[in-house]
């Protein structure tokens, strides 16, 4: 697969990251039903010569289950704050206690793979796992671990071979 490199894009979706306004969807098989999170952390570039989205997941999530049983992810990522709400509840609310997609109303799609994706997002990612690494404790920089794990929880960077980029209603790669 030849790389994605629309720098434009690129730049939307970090600042779409680091704003909260992206929603990692994950399932647990083709039929399980779709859980969305809320993500502030992630990475879009190029490891091990492939196209790469790292997703930074603790193992406390719902998600994180869900990622361990079936290896494919997408990164629905939103350019404004029209759903706000879609946000704060992908974010703060557990799909143990609600079927937030059905909740919220927020509709889906299935790409290759089946992989489920949100047909509003301005950019979707399609992610197949191939790497997943823990964080260790006492490997991080003290003000990261005192400010983001104090000892626990540490997240897992799930690293997910971008096999395809859609915007808006076309395919980009």
């Known amino acids: ?41 992630g990475f879009w570039g190029t490891v091990w010569n492939k196209d790469v989205f790292l997703a930074y997941v603790r193992p406390g999530r719902h998600t994180f289950q869900n990622l361990k049983i079936w290896p494919r992810f997408s990164v629905n990522l939103f350019f404004d704050d029209r759903y706000k709400n879609w946000f704060q509840v992908c974010g703060n609310e557990s799909f143990r206690d609600k079927d937030k997609i059905t909740d919220l109303g927020i509709p889906l799609k ?16 399609l992610c197949r796992i191939i790497a997943v690494q823990g964080l260790d404790a006492g490997s991080l920089p003290e003000d990261v671990e005192s400010r983001f794990y104090r000892g626990e929880d540490y997240h897992h960077l799930f690293y997910g071979e971008i096999i395809r980029v859609s915007g808006g209603s076309r395919d980009l790669l």
């Open 1 to 41: 697969m030849s790389g994605y490199d629309d720098k434009e894009l690129k730049q939307k979706a970090f600042d779409a990251v680091k704003n909260g306004r992206a929603l990692l969807c994950s399932t647990a098989g083709d039929h399980a039903p779709v859980n969305a999170m809320t993500i502030g952390w």
């Open 110 to 125: 299935r790409g290759p793979q089946s992989i489920p994706f949100i047909e509003k997002a301005d950019l979707v990612l």
